[in-house]
T-cell receptor, first 112, second 115 residues
Framework: AQSVTQLGSHVSVSEGALVLLRCNYS??????LFWYVQYPNQGLQLLLK??????LVKGINGFEAEFKKSETSFHLTKPSAHMSDAAEYFC??????????FGAGTRLTVKP | GAGVSQSPRYKVAKRGQDVALRCDPI?????LFWYQQALGQGPEFLTY????????KSGLPSDRFFAERPEGSVSTLKIQRTQQEDSAVYLC?????????????FGPGTRLTVL
């Protein structure tokens, strides 16, 4: 079965600094990979997804992630953090149409 | 409506009480998903509907959990004889079609607290 591990339950960066949120997956077949963001009292919102093709995926709000099969990773990055990026971020993996497995989440704090 | 809505947003139940959680998906969305999110954890898949058919209920933790979507739109997740371990946020999501090329849109969730 597929699974996801997010390294670091809390990440704190300064405004303008690089954001790096780590995600490693386990899957016996080629996976689909996702990053979701959850703002307080709101539903999860899709940031970006990898299905097939180009391994560098660009998403909303300046985020991007790179699928590295050799490292079984799908880390999320943003060159310059903004205060509005403070939220909970979830990595997810799926190998079929209905069963999406989420990581435990990483809470991003942005310091002024 | 513009998005997925869920009601109630907060529910407090005494242990042993039955609860019903409602999900209104985006109009026209064929697929509907329920997830359970425990405190400090990511969402965990509970069940999946395609129209009114419940195609996957492998994530339901016990036979106390029951979900339905009788007319292929609104869905209800029912938990009978609630236990403290049922305390969590219950998320509903819908997508236009089946398949991961179709984004799942999530509702704000219902926070259930069982005393």
């Amino acid at each position: 079965a597929q699974s996801v591990t997010q390294l670091g339950s809390h990440v704190s960066v300064s405004e303008g600094a690089l954001v790096l949120l780590r995600c490693n997956y386990s899957s016996s077949v080629p996976p689909y990979l996702f990053w979701y963001v959850q703002y307080p009292n709101q539903g999860l919102q899709l940031l970006l997804k990898y299905t097939t093709g180009a391994t560098l995926v660009k998403g909303i709000n300046g985020f991007e992630a790179e699928f590295k099969k050799s490292e079984t990773s799908f880390h999320l990055t943003k060159p310059s953090a903004h205060m509005s990026d403070a939220a909970e971020y979830f990595c997810a993996v799926s190998v079929n149409n209905n069963d999406m497995r989420f990581g435990a989440g990483t809470r991003l704090t942005v310091k002024p | 409506g513009a998005g997925v809505s869920q009601s109630p947003r907060y529910k407090v139940a005494k242990r042993g009480q039955d609860v019903a959680l409602r999900c209104d998906p985006i109009s026209g969305h064929v697929s509907l998903f329920w997830y359970q999110q425990a405190l400090g954890q990511g969402p965990e898949f509970l069940t999946y509907f395609q129209n009114e058919a419940q195609l996957d209920k492998s994530g339901l933790p016990s036979d106390r959990f029951f979900a339905e979507r009788p007319e292929g739109s609104v869905s209800t997740l029912k938990i009978q004889r609630t236990q403290q371990e049922d305390s969590a946020v219950y998320l509903c999501a819908s997508s236009l079609y089946r398949g991961l090329y179709n984004e799942q849109f999530f509702g704000p969730g219902t926070r259930l607290t069982v005393l």
